[in-house]
């Protein structure tokens, strides 16, 4: 508490409130993938690895083998994370019962128990088409395909996710985030790229054609720079997307690993809330190449949170997770990933930005350089363990136990 009392004070003498930015943090909601449980495996009776571009590399101890597993790790991963949690879906994680349901089957009695389980843990949910891990997305191509018949399968499966995504969204009285994410696309140079990215356009337009019930559910679509077997063409593009949601009003989803390492998803930000009055953003780290590795406390991430907040694009953004490493603890990749991202949302509120936005009105640009070189060492980490303290989880380091208990006590039983 001394170590806080210091540093409120040292925030406050820049007018910073840390009461009402840990307060603000609270009532942020962000949304755990359950696909970090089993590495994108999923609980259907007959399909494989994902493929579509996704690649999940290591074979730590422990994966969840049943939904019961992968309900007790998330459990047990909320029980280590602060502050207000939704839980993500893929349609690949319906309550089969082991029995064989194609994708364009699924509905909405798959997916019961889930809310159910998210009424005990006071948590809502979110939900995802799963487009990978499937014979009929095999070509590289779902929603885009030249074929027909493929086409309609994928586009009825979406149809029946967004049926599904209303039903979660009315049980549990909040809006369920349904987002879309196709793997399509082409490994080597591609001369029809028009075509299928007519056909992706014409087969979202069959998705979306149902109005559901108001408040229920809201459509996302996402983006993608390239992937594995995908290197030379993505029919999904930024660029598509981000027509396709302006004109047709649906959410865009940003991902921070489907971008090139160059750009910056924080400059977007404030690009496209001229066009679209709300936003997905999937938390997530690439190294290199499109990827999705563990969440970390890094500069892209604050960069992401900072304008988040000067912009007041808090209240107009859904934020998710999406990073999967089985080469590590999976919970405590969770653990890492989730509590680096509420950091980054902490340090930004904890910014002095009406001062900063003076000085920089003012021309007074050494100050703003100056002020913000000197924000990086406030006693921003004194704050992040009251907030954990007040919120009745482990501050600092002392959650690392709780994961490793795990491990011996859970984790290695699963053989």
């Avoid at 128990?113 to 590289?140: C, K, M, Y």
């Avoid at 002095?352 to 990086?376: C, S, V, W």
Wanted: net charge negative; aromatic share 10%; hydrophobic share 40%.
């Amino acid at each position: 508490m001394s170590n806080y009392k210091s540093a409120s004070e040292r925030y406050a003498a820049l007018g910073v409130d840390t009461s009402a930015a840990m307060k603000k943090l609270a009532e942020i909601p962000i949304s755990l993938h359950c696909w970090q449980t089993d590495d994108v495996g999923g609980f259907e009776t007959s399909h494989g690895d994902p493929g579509g571009g996704l690649a999940v590399t290591g074979n730590f101890p422990g994966k969840a083998r049943s939904l019961g597993e992968v309900r007790q790790d998330l459990e047990k991963a909320m029980s280590l994370i602060p502050g207000k949690l939704r839980v993500n879906l893929h349609a690949n994680y319906g309550d089969f019962e082991g029995k064989r349901v194609d994708r364009d089957q699924v509905e909405p009695a798959h997916f019961a128990s889930w809310v159910e389980w998210a009424g005990q843990q006071a948590i809502s949910l979110d939900f995802n088409s799963t487009f990978f891990a499937h014979p009929r997305a095999d070509s590289g191509f779902t929603l885009s395909n030249t074929d027909r018949g493929i086409r309609d399968f994928w586009v009825e499966h979406s149809k029946r996710c967004r049926e599904i995504s209303a039903f979660l969204g009315a049980r549990q009285g909040n809006t369920c985030v349904h987002n879309v994410w196709i793997p399509d696309g082409s490994k080597d140079e591609t001369v029809n790229r028009l075509l299928h990215r007519q056909l992706l356009e014409e087969s979202l337009d069959r998705i979306f054609e149902k109005e559901m019930p108001a408040g229920t559910m809201t459509d996302a679509v996402e983006s993608k720079l390239f992937g594995i077997g995908s290197e030379s063409f993505v029919v999904g593009s930024f660029e598509f997307y981000l027509g396709y949601a302006i004109t047709r009003k649906k959410m865009l989803c940003l991902d921070m690993g489907h971008f090139h390492p160059t750009e910056s998803v924080a400059d977007k930000v404030s690009a496209v809330l001229l066009y679209l009055d709300r936003l997905l953003f999937h938390f997530s780290r690439g190294i290199r190449w499109d990827s999705d590795h563990v969440l970390t406390f890094n500069d892209p991430l604050k960069d992401l949170a900072l304008e988040l907040v000067r912009s007041g694009a808090l209240g107009k953004s859904a934020l998710a997770l999406d990073f999967f490493d089985a080469s590590i603890n999976r919970i405590g990749a969770y653990v890492t990933g989730t509590r680096a991202a509420q950091k980054a949302l902490l340090y930004a509120l904890l910014e002095p930005t009406g001062m900063l936005r003076q000085l920089e009105q003012e021309g007074r640009l050494f100050e703003r350089l100056a002020l913000l070189e000197e924000m990086k060492t406030m006693p921003f980490g004194d704050v992040w363990d009251q907030y954990c303290e007040m919120q009745n989880v482990p501050p600092a380091d002392k959650w690392i136990a709780g994961v490793m208990q795990y491990e011996k006590e859970i984790l290695a039983t699963r053989y």
